[in-house]
């Protein structure tokens, strides 16, 4: 399985589904919202998973996140963390943009080399062919990402021209590559419909 450890920082100002209720980096919004969730989420299982979503991420960075995921399971679990690039999903901007939030995922794994096993999400958006490669090089080669993630609600096809040097470059090196593959959930692409988009 798979885990996020993202904080409310990387999420896109529009990203959340509850389009009327912004998502806030202050905790004090966050921590209201979650209070009103609490109220109502024993009737719906959505609420539940958006009040849980809440209270885990608006932490200051990801590694509070990380500490209390490891309290939960067994001593020497290992964790496959997934990255998300929100970037392109024409949600608005986040507080701490994608390469903010794999920097801080690189200090995060240098912290915890055994434990923790992050992914680098790759959108074809991102550049040409040769750029999402070099990409996607950079955070395995030099921090010791795991994998490679891809999230394709937000707003691609996975059989994008600008995706076949990444599956090369995972195939040469035996590394997994883990999708996305439902349209369902709340994390979906924002903006105008198009020929790159899933949808």
């Avoid at 529009?14 to 009103?36: A, G, Q």
């Avoid at 040409?128 to 490679?148: L, M, P, Y």
């Avoid at 096809?157 to 995706?163: E, I, M």
Wanted: glycine share 6%; aromatic share 14%.
């Amino acid at each position: 399985n798979h885990t996020h450890i993202f904080n409310v920082e990387s999420i896109p100002e529009k990203m959340m589904p509850m389009k009327e209720i912004p998502v806030m980096s202050e905790n004090k919004y966050s921590l209201l919202l979650l209070r009103t969730l609490t109220l109502f989420s024993y009737k719906s299982d959505f609420l539940k998973k958006q009040k849980a979503f809440l209270k885990y991420h608006t932490e200051d960075w990801q590694e509070a996140i990380f500490r209390e995921l490891q309290g939960i399971y067994p001593k020497g679990t290992k964790f496959v963390v997934l990255t998300m690039d929100f970037d392109f999903m024409g949600a608005g901007k986040a507080e701490r943009n994608y390469v903010a939030q794999l920097t801080e995922m690189a200090a995060l794994k240098r912290m915890y080399p055994n434990e923790l096993l992050p992914f680098v999400a790759i959108d074809p958006r991102r550049g040409t062919a040769e750029e999402n490669r070099d990409f996607v090089k950079k955070w395995i080669e030099e921090f010791g990402f795991a994998g490679i993630k891809m999230y394709p609600p937000l707003g691609f096809y996975p059989k994008d021209d600008r995706l076949d040097l990444v599956y090369k470059y995972a195939v040469d090196n035996e590394l997994p590559v883990l999708t996305h593959c439902s349209k369902d959930g709340g994390i979906y692409y924002k903006g105008d419909f198009n020929k790159e988009c899933v949808f």
